[in-house]
């Protein structure tokens, strides 16, 4: 299918505020006429939901990180197929938390997972469907760790990757700014030690500079 729409991801570590600053884009997009769909990884669709369950629950972590890997890239095949492609090729476009980035940086870097098995599963998962912009939220783990914390309002329990270290977390940080400085055209690293309102307005100028202002100029010359 060809893709029509803008594909954006949101990465980062646990708890830095991408939910938040989806919503507050899918917003923005609204006022400007723009159609966005919000979905997640894992998950966004009925079957990759269903592994996000096992996934998240810790049920697969005596698989080690490959097996893991293998699941997620699973859930982002059917995610990318039943959600994602189809949006894009209507026009739309798509707010996704979290993408392939996140299996570079959890099962990759933190994971310490071969890189030549997440780049052929990222090949055979992802193809094509590359995001148009990745938006990598950056801040101190102590304190997204205390937002991831907060959310949960004491009632769950942290899930199977929220309950790893501070080294894991710390190697999770470093290796999203690595993605970021390794692929500058596609990623912009926000720092989201900020009140909401002051991410959203960056997140907004980056979407806005990148794809509504060229947009607009070449309607204006139609
Ligand atoms: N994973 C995922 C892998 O290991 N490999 C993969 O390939 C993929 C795709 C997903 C887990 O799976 C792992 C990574 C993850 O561990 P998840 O539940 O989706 O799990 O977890 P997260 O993606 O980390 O999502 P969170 O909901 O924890 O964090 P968000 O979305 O970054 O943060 P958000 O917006 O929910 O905010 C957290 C709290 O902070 C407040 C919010 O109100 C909320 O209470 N907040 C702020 N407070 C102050 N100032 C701000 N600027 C704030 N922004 C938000």
Do not use: N
Not at 131 to 144: A, G, R
Not at 185 to 209: K, L, N, T
């Amino acid at each position: 299918m060809a893709k029509k729409g803008r594909f954006i991801t949101f990465e980062g570590g646990e708890g830095v505020g991408k939910s938040t600053q989806i919503r507050l884009l899918a917003e923005k997009l609204a006022e400007a006429g723009i159609k966005a769909i919000v979905t997640r990884e894992p998950g966004g669709s009925p079957q990759a939901e269903a592994l996000r369950r096992v996934i998240l629950s810790g049920a697969a972590s005596p698989f080690g990180p490959a097996g893991e890997a293998i699941l997620f890239a699973a859930a982002r095949i059917d995610h990318i197929d039943e959600t994602i492609a189809p949006a894009l090729a209507a026009g739309d476009w798509v707010l996704c938390d979290r993408f392939a980035d996140s299996t570079r940086a959890y099962q990759g870097a933190a994971g310490k997972l071969d890189k030549s098995l997440i780049d052929s599963l990222e090949r055979v998962a992802v193809g094509e469907t590359r995001p148009d912009l990745t938006l990598v939220l950056d801040m101190p783990i102590e304190k997204s760790l205390e937002r991831a914390a907060a959310r949960r309002q004491g009632s769950a329990e942290p899930d199977r990757f929220e309950r790893e270290g501070r080294a894991f977390h710390e190697t999770l940080r470093q290796a999203f700014l690595d993605i970021a400085a390794a692929e500058p055209q596609r990623c912009a690293v926000i720092d989201a030690d900020r009140p909401s309102e002051q991410v959203g307005q960056e997140v907004w100028a980056q979407v806005r500079d990148r794809f509504i202002k060229p947009r607009r100029r070449a309607e204006a010359k139609d």
